[in-house]
C-alpha cells in the first residue's frame, strides 16, 4: 500500500509505505521528508558529506575529507549563492578537505538554467548486512519546483518539492533515502516548465505560466517572492463576515473601483493596476470565510494590516477575469492569482493582449472533493488577461472562488532554480 502526504506549503513528497514488505521496496529503498533541523554539525566521523557554501576556490563546495560521495552539477547547470539565514539549517563544519577545514554558516546553492539544471549525486552500496542514509537538505527559490529522484536496487523513488510563489514557506526540507543494495543514484533538477521568465526580444504575445502550487500556509502579498523583484500593486479580497457582501460596510464601499467587493488594496498606488470583474455581475459575489492559510499584509488601504486573513468572494456561476494592461515596456512582469475551487474544477485560461495563443492551466476538483486553493503564477510582456471558470461549462454544482491577485517585476531568470544546502551520506 502506498500513500501521498503533503507538508504544509513546501514540499509535497511520498512515502511508499507496506506492512508487509517494508516501503514497498522490500526495504530496498524508502523514503522520509521533514523539515531540516535549525542547526547541522558536520564531522569528521561518519562516512561523507558535502555542503555547498560561500565561493573558496573554484568549486564553491566544502566536503569531508572522504571519497564516498560523488556530486556533479549537469551540463547547463549555472550557480548561485543563496542566503538561507531566514529558512534553511545553519551549518558548522570540522575536518573538511580543500579550502576551509572548519566553518559555518547558513548559505547553499541556487541551481539555475531551466530543466537542464540540477545535482547528480552518487554513493557506494553499504556492506553486506546493513543499510545507508543519503540525506539532501534542499528548497525552492523564485516559484521553481524540483524533481527529487532516486534510484537503487531497481526502485526509485520521486517528490516534488514547491514553495508557494511569495515564498512565506521558503523551508529547506531533509529528504532522506535509506538502502540496502547500492550504489543510489539521486537527481535533483528544476521540473520542466517550473522555471519561466519571458526574455529575449520583446514579443508580445509570449507568456511562461507555471503550473499550480497548492495554498496550504499564510500568502504574503506585500512581501516580493524573491529577493529580485519588487511589488507593482496587490489586491485582497472578502470581508471578516459570514453570508453576502454588506451593502453598507464602509470599509467594502470605500473604494470605488471595488464596490461590491471588499477590498484591500496596496495603498503605494494611487491608481490599481488589478481590478477584477465577473461576468454575472456583483450579486452573484457572496463572502468566501474558509481560505486555507489566510492573506498577510502590511500597506494596505482601507485596511492597513492583516495577519492570515481567510476571506475571499465566490460565485456559483459566470467567470473571474483580471485584465493587465500593457505598460509599453519591453521589461517581463509576473503575475500571481490565488484562485480556488469547491466541489468543481477549475480552469484558468491566460491570454496575452497583443494577440497569440492562450494558455490553459486547470485546477483539478470533483463533487464531494470539497475546497482546493492555489496560485498560479505568469510571467509575460505587455499586457495580459486571465479568466477563472469552471473546467467543464457543463459540470453544475459547486462554487469558484477569488481571494487575490500581485503584480510584480519579473525575476531574472539566471538566478532562479532549486536550491541545495548539503548531502550527507551516514
Not at 48 to 69: C, E, F, M, N, R
Not at 173 to 186: C, E, L
Not at 214 to 229: K, N
Not at 246 to 255: D, E, G, I, M, R
Request: glycine share 14%; hydrophobic share 35%; proline share 6%.
Amino acid at each position: 500500500m502506498s500513500g501521498s502526504y503533503e507538508r504544509a506549503g513546501t514540499v509535497g513528497f511520498r512515502c511508499v509505505a507496506d506492512a508487509v514488505d517494508d516501503c514497498g521496496t522490500n526495504g530496498q529503498l524508502c523514503e522520509v521528508s521533514a523539515a531540516a533541523p535549525a542547526a547541522v554539525t558536520l564531522s569528521p566521523k561518519g562516512e561523507d558529506w558535502i555542503h555547498y557554501t560561500k565561493p573558496i576556490g573554484p568549486d564553491w563546495v566544502v566536503q569531508k575529507a572522504g571519497s564516498a560521495l560523488k556530486a556533479t552539477f549537469t551540463a547547463g547547470t549555472k550557480i548561485h549563492a543563496a542566503e538561507l539565514s531566514k529558512s534553511g539549517s545553519a551549518f558548522s563544519w570540522t575536518g573538511a578537505a580543500g579550502g576551509q577545514p572548519s566553518g559555518s554558516d547558513d548559505k547553499g546553492f541556487v541551481l539555475c538554467g531551466g530543466a537542464s539544471g540540477g545535482l547528480v549525486v552518487t554513493a557506494p552500496a553499504p556492506k553486506a548486512g546493513t543499510s545507508s542514509t543519503l540525506s539532501l537538505y534542499v528548497t525552492a527559490e523564485g516559484g521553481a519546483i524540483g524533481n527529487l529522484t532516486a534510484t537503487a536496487a531497481g526502485y526509485s523513488s520521486s517528490t516534488s518539492i514547491a514553495v508557494p510563489a511569495d515564498m512565506s514557506a521558503l523551508a529547506v526540507t531533509m529528504v532522506s533515502f535509506t538502502y540496502k543494495r547500492g550504489p543510489i543514484s539521486v537527481r535533483y533538477s528544476n521540473a520542466k516548465g517550473s522555471v519561466c521568465v519571458a526574455t529575449g526580444p520583446p514579443d508580445h504575445r509570449k507568456l511562461c505560466s507555471r503550473p499550480a502550487v497548492d495554498i496550504t500556509s499564510p500568502q504574503d502579498l506585500s512581501m516580493p517572492s524573491s529577493p529580485q523583484v519588487k511589488v507593482l500593486d496587490w489586491v485582497h479580497y472578502g470581508c471578516a463576515v459570514k453570508g453576502g457582501l454588506p451593502k453598507a460596510n464602509p470599509v467594502c464601499s470605500s473604494l470605488p473601483e471595488d464596490k461590491g467587493w471588499c477590498a484591500t488594496r496596496f495603498a503605494g498606488r494611487a491608481k490599481p493596476l488589478l481590478v477584477s470583474n465577473v461576468s454575472n455581475g456583483i450579486r452573484g459575489l457572496k463572502n468566501y470565510v474558509n481560505a486555507p492559510g489566510g492573506y498577510t499584509w502590511t500597506g494596505g488601504k482601507p485596511v492597513k494590516t492583516g495577519t492570515a486573513i481567510k476571506t475571499g468572494v465566490f460565485t456559483g456561476g459566470g467567470t473571474f477575469s483580471l485584465p493587465v494592461a500593457d505598460d509599453g515596456s519591453s521589461a517581463a512582469r509576473q503575475l500571481t492569482v490565488y484562485v480556488g475551487c469547491f466541489n468543481v474544477a477549475g480552469k484558468l485560461t491566460i491570454t496575452p493582449t497583443g494577440g497569440g495563443a492562450p494558455t490553459v492551466r486547470v485546477l483539478t476538483n470533483q463533487k464531494g472533493g470539497g475546497s482546493r486553493d492555489a496560485n498560479f503564477v505568469t510571467t509575460f510582456v505587455g499586457g495580459v488577461s486571465v479568466s477563472w471558470g469552471r473546467a467543464d461549462k457543463d459540470d453544475t454544482g459547486g462554487n469558484l472562488t477569488w481571494m487575490a491577485a500581485k503584480l510584480e517585476t519579473a525575476p531574472d531568470s539566471s538566478a532562479v532554480g532549486v536550491v541545495v544546502q548539503a548531502v550527507v551520506l551516514s
